[in-house]
């Protein structure tokens, strides 16, 4: 899978599909990207390095220095000496001096993928995935760079990271590092982000790429609502099914920049890693500094291939624990049915209510801890209220028990409110700049998760509760964004290490509890779904996809999130209508159906609900049991996108060994005399007959089932009946009959 070819100096990197080049230039062993794309047979072509051309390497014509610099395709270009583009790599010396260039100096293939040092990775084993270090360095600051490749057997996937050594007699700073760069010709590109707020996360954005830079970022401390680590360049005429795609997602949950720079030259360099906004990391003699990942994905085969290749490389080589691939227990969660105003005899009531249906967990949000009544108080007061919760939480919880569900609890670990005890007793565990009255949010702070101590003491308070009683489940929120960043115990020189100290600890304790915890079903969230990134998801399977649980709205949040990531990390609730978000009513099956698509579960007061939507529960129960091992597994297929059409949405998964499909298609607005609406699926065996049936959004057979060959149902479509009214919705139900 990879290569080094000693006489050209070029290394080739091999996934099934793609291919990825890199060369070494003359003397000065200058370490230049020549190719990334569809898999070539042979390693050459270094002449895309364009070394040939005038400003020759330096070595052969040292006047042309800087225009060289300016224009060659660096691997992993550093700033101050002449590359005017963005680079990927700044320091500071101890001099105060920037610039620094790297040179090739050894280099190591080895079977299997190395974890990274206090960060979440995607992993392999030998037989999976083979890595390429290929170690760097600037022999003038004593810098050692080593490049991180690593290839699989079974994705079109590359991985990248980036780790930096001070081998040098004096510290220096690092104020940015990036994970990961391709420098390549630019053509007529698409830029594809994700972006939103709160509430709407991850709406897809397509634009042309132009001139200069563009990029989307959060140095919000988290990967945020706003803007996703994530950006794409498609061929302007890439669609769902055909063209080119370069794709790169960072597996980091904080600060980061993503971003596109068309150059003088036409050239395009695209660019990854930690926002350098308030990045100043020191490095002493001796000691290294390791930047989170970046997985890369290239196809020529549009968006769903791209979208696939994530999803199955995810599956497979991100997700961990116990229920990586098993079904979730169904949930339901009181926060839309209470807020703060609940105790023990309701959420009784509605775990009873809930078991009779088939509801399989009750989950206990926000409220239940210290004085908390509302959200101005009690964050870091880890301890169950009796007033609220009677008997305490074993009583709680063996009554659930009882009824055969599983319990859950919600944390929002990482936080104190200025009214708590933990902030009476420990003012300085806030993050805050020392003198300056701190900014709240939500009336709460952040606590400064770079100290241990404020880690070990919050953490013992958390698995005290989770052992006080048979807890199967937590949803880790967070639900602000940092700001006046100071920690008072860094020194002035590494308060700018503070944001990534605070992601590190964060997996510290989010490893912790995995590995104290193994059976515990772990959902993170933030605010919804601000914090919804590949970070996240190495230590919980799911998480909260966002606060919006309209089906409508969720249409364009889970189209935005699929994009990326499987089906089965979206958390998916039933919530209650009016919506409490945007007011909205929608039919009970057709919030149904768009739950189904992801984690599914239920968010509203139970024992509130119509007659009627209560005795849909169970035949979607039923559906949840009967889809999800497709829905979880399948590969998936965007149809058509409310989010373009303005009018439906339509999604298919279809099975593995492409024997069972399911489409969701839903309706957004109605039309006046139309007839049924022909779509064409996707992904089937055109060699193969299936059985077709349309289902209503309530599970329930429409018209006779019929039997048509994949090719047809493919080339030829299907009919979706027309549906008299808005937010109305349908499946339709394939199973291979030879
Ligand atoms: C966040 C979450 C919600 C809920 C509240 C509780 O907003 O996204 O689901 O847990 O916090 O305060």
């Known amino acids: 899978m990879i290569t080094y070819h000693e006489r050209e100096r070029i290394f080739k990197l091999d996934s099934p599909n793609t291919s990825y ?9 200058f370490v230049g990207h020549i190719y990334y794309g569809k898999r070539l047979k042979e390693a050459e072509a270094s002449y895309l390095m364009r070394t040939q051309e005038k400003p020759f390497v330096p070595s052969r014509n040292n006047r042309e220095r800087g225009a060289f610099y300016d224009g060659f395709p660096f691997e992993y270009p550093v700033g101050g000496l002449g590359d005017y583009r963005e680079s990927c790599l700044d320091i500071r010396t101890a001099g105060g001096h920037a610039g620094a260039m790297l040179s090739y100096v050894s280099h190591e293939i080895m079977r299997g993928k190395p974890g990274l040092c206090g960060l979440p990775a995607t992993f392999g084993t030998e037989e999976e995935c083979e890595t390429l270090k290929l170690v760097c360095e600037d022999c003038y600051v004593g810098m050692r760079v080593e490049l991180l490749y690593t290839v699989f057997s079974d994705s079109d996937v590359i991985t990248r990271s980036v780790r930096v050594e001070n081998g040098g007699k004096e510290h220096f700073y690092l104020t940015k590092v990036y994970s990961a760069c391709i420098d390549m010709d630019s053509r007529d590109y698409d830029m594809i982000s994700l972006h939103g707020s709160w509430a709407r996360e991850r709406h897809i954005q397509r634009k042309p790429l132009g001139y200069g830079i563009q990029n989307v970022s959060s140095f919000r401390g988290e990967s945020s609502h706003q803007d996703h680590p994530f950006l794409a360049l498609a061929d302007r005429h890439t669609t769902q099914e055909h063209g080119e795609v370069y794709a790169m997602n960072f597996v980091y949950s904080g600060n980061f920049r993503a971003q596109a720079e068309v150059s003088q030259f036409d050239g395009v360099r695209l660019s990854m890693g930690i926002h350098p906004e308030n990045f100043c990391w020191k490095l002493e003699p001796g000691e290294s500094f390791q930047a989170p990942e970046v997985v890369m994905v290239y196809t020529d085969r549009g968006l769903d291939a791209m979208t696939n290749t994530f999803h199955g490389f995810y599956r497979k080589h991100l997700l961990r624990g116990k229920y990586k691939d098993k079904k979730r227990p169904i949930l339901i969660n009181n926060w839309e049915a209470t807020y703060f105003d ?7 009531s ?12 009750l989950v206990m949000d926000d409220g239940w801890f210290g004085r908390r009544n509302f959200d101005d108080c009690a964050l870091g007061d880890w301890v169950v209220n009796e007033e609220k919760i009677k008997g305490g939480l074993a009583a ?13 609890i919600w944390f929002e670990p990482e936080m104190i409110s200025p009214d708590s005890d933990l902030y009476r007793a420990h003012p300085d565990w806030a993050i805050a700049i020392p003198g300056r009255p701190g900014t709240q949010i939500r ?3 952040v606590l400064d998760l770079s100290r241990k101590e404020v880690v070990d003491h919050i953490y013992a308070m958390v698995s005290a509760v989770l052992k006080s009683a048979n807890v199967e489940y937590v949803k880790w929120d967070m639900n602000r964004q940092l700001s006046d960043m100071g920690s008072a115990a860094l020194p002035p020189d590494r308060q700018g290490e503070l944001y990534h100290r605070y992601v590190l600890a964060l997996y510290e304790m989010q490893n912790r509890l995995t590995t104290d915890f193994p059976d515990l079903l772990l959902e993170n969230c933030s605010g919804g779904g601000a914090r919804f990134d590949p970070g996240m998801l190495y230590y919980s399977p799911q998480i909260w996809c966002s606060d919006d649980a309209d089906a409508i709205e969720r249409l364009k949040i889970q189209e935005g999130t699929a994009l990326i990531y499987p089906l089965s990390t979206m958390g998916a609730h039933v919530s209650d209508c009016p919506n409490h978000i945007v007011g909205r ?17 239920y968010e509203l007061d139970i024992t509130k609900i119509s007659e009627e939507e209560r005795n849909q529960i169970p035949g979607q129960v ?3 049991h009967k889809y999800n091992d497709l829905v979880r597994e399948g590969d998936y297929y965007r149809i058509a996108s409310y989010s373009q059409n303005h009018m439906f949405d339509c999604w298919q998964v279809v099975s593995g060994d492409k024997r069972e499909s399911l489409v969701t298609f839903v309706q957004v607005l109605t039309r006046a005399n139309y007839r049924s609406r022909r779509i064409l699926l996707k992904g089937l065996s055109e060699d193969t007959r299936y059985e077709v049936q349309i289902l209503s959004a309530r599970g329930e057979k429409e018209g006779d089932v019929w039997i048509c060959g994949g090719d047809t149902l493919m080339s030829a479509g299907v009919l979706v009946p027309d549906m008299p009214g808005d937010f109305r919705s349908k499946l339709i139900y394939l199973t291979a009959v030879d």
């Open 21 to 29: 080049m890199i060369g070494i230039v003359d003397e000065e062993n």
């Open 342 to 348: 609940f105790d023990s005899d309701k959420l009784l």
């Open 350 to 361: 509605i775990a009873k209510e809930a078991a009779s249906l088939g509801i399989e967990m």
């Open 396 to 408: 709680l919880v063996e009554e659930v028990n009882k009824l055969g569900m599983k319990f859950g």
């Open 443 to 445: 009336q709460q702070y």
């Open 585 to 601: 009513t929608t039919p009970f099956e057709t919030r149904g159906v768009v739950a189904l698509a992801g984690t599914f579960g």
């Open 622 to 624: 039923a559906m949840y």
